[in-house]
């Protein structure tokens, strides 16, 4: 079974410009998670989106921005691109919302630079 | 808001040894879950072990187990028999179990595992 799946792997930006991340979640899995994890430090989460609506969202201004489609794939877009903006980010899916059989999976995340 | 802080930047270890990650935590809930995470070089987060804060018994998977300590907010990973693999970046997470935290982990900023042949 396919697990987490992120595109691109790495991706090169300039400051001001928009970037849209992809993430397909393992089959079955209704909720996608997204986190920032910038060089040397732990995962920041950004959002939650749990079939289909906002379900979370962490401390991020409105640039970062996030969907997630009918068949629980999900887009991350950041805009106006700053160099603070260049992490790792990292998708994560799991089953269900929260709770005891909650566990995330993640994605081996897409790199940006902004240059 | 909770706060996870792991005080150990990089630890190291022989093959075959054993080697004991620390974590602290910081929270007002009495209902919640923590997390060992290890992120290898390919980036990828892999689940190394999970405890809900509701069992006192300590949770372990094959070589890896946890020393869970509530009261002191405590949540130790050990690893024993130590393995080249072992090596990569070791992170302790939080979980709030309120219906509204649904999925956020709040990580702490990770201990940086070298284990020497």
């Known amino acids: 079974d396919a697990g987490v799946t992120q595109s691109p792997t790495h991706l090169i930006k300039t400051r001001g410009q928009q970037v849209t991340l992809r993430c397909s979640p393992i089959?079955?899995?209704?909720?996608v998670s997204w986190y920032q994890q910038v060089l040397g430090q732990g995962p920041q989460f950004i959002f939650q989106?749990?079939?289909?609506?906002?379900?979370g969202r962490g401390n991020f201004p409105d640039r970062f921005s996030a969907r997630q489609f009918p068949n629980y794939s999900s887009e991350l877009n950041v805009n106006a691109l700053l160099l603070g903006d260049s992490a790792l980010y990292l998708c994560a899916s799991s089953l269900v919302r929260g709770g005891g059989k909650n566990i995330q999976y993640f994605g081996a995340g897409t790199r940006l630079s902004v240059l | 808001a909770q706060t996870v802080t792991q005080s150990q930047p990089e630890m190291s270890v022989q093959e075959a040894e054993t080697v004991t990650l620390s974590c602290t935590y910081d929270?007002?809930?009495?209902?919640?879950?923590l997390f060992w995470y290890k992120q290898p070089p390919s980036r990828q987060m892999i689940l190394v072990i999970r405890?809900?804060?509701?069992?006192?018994q300590n949770a372990t998977e094959n070589r890896f187990s946890v020393n869970f300590q509530k009261a002191a907010k405590s949540f130790s990973l050990k690893i024993s028999d130590s393995q080249l693999g072992d090596a990569a970046m070791y992170f302790c997470a939080y979980r709030s179990d309120k219906e509204t935290s649904g999925s956020r982990l709040t990580f702490g900023e990770g201990t940086q595992l070298t284990v020497n042949p």
């Open positions: 405890q809900e804060a509701y069992k006192q």
């Open positions: 929270t007002s809930e009495s209902d919640y879950y």
């Open positions: 089959s079955g899995h209704k909720s």
């Open positions: 989106y749990y079939e289909k609506e906002e379900r």
